[in-house]
Nanobody
C-alpha cells in the first residue's frame, strides 16, 4: 500500500524559513517524479517544483526559484522542500505527490498524494 506523508508545516513570520518533508512507503522516490504542489484558500492547486526519477529539477514557478529548493534523499526515501524568505502569499496547504518516472505540471498526472501540510506566513 502506497503512503505519502508530509510534515514540517507551521506558522512562520514573513522572511522566515521552513523545511517541508515528505516520506513515502510502498513506492521508491528514485523511481518516481516527486513533486510539491500547493493550494491557497480559494485558489486552484498549483505545481511548485518536481524532481524527476533521474534527479533533474523542474521549478514550475519562476519567481520562487531563488526561494524554494526541492531535494530528495534516496536512502531515506524522502522528498524535501526548503523554503526561505517566505511571504504571506506563500500561505497554502502544501502537498507531496508521486508520478511514475517523470514530472508533470498537471495534478491529474500524479497517482499518489499526501494529505498535505499547512504553511501559514504572517506579515
Amino acid at each position: 500500500q502506497v503512503q505519502v506523508v508530509e510534515s514540517g508545516g507551521g506558522l512562520v513570520q514573513a522572511g522566515g524559513s521552513l523545511r517541508l518533508s515528505c516520506t513515502a512507503s510502498g513506492l521508491t522516490v528514485s523511481q518516481h517524479g516527486m513533486a510539491w504542489f500547493r493550494q491557497a484558500p480559494g485558489k486552484e492547486r498549483e505545481a511548485v517544483a518536481c524532481i524527476t526519477y533521474y534527479g533533474d529539477i523542474i521549478d514550475y514557478i519562476d519567481p520562487m526559484k531563488d526561494r524554494f529548493t526541492i531535494s530528495r534523499d534516496n536512502a531515506k526515501n524522502a522528498l524535501y522542500l526548503q523554503m526561505s524568505k517566505l511571504k504571506p502569499e506563500d500561505t497554502a496547504m502544501y502537498y507531496c505527490a508521486a508520478r511514475y518516472l517523470g514530472c508533470s505540471r498537471s495534478q491529474e498526472d500524479y497517482t499518489s498524494w499526501g494529505q498535505g501540510t499547512q504553511v501559514t506566513v504572517s506579515s
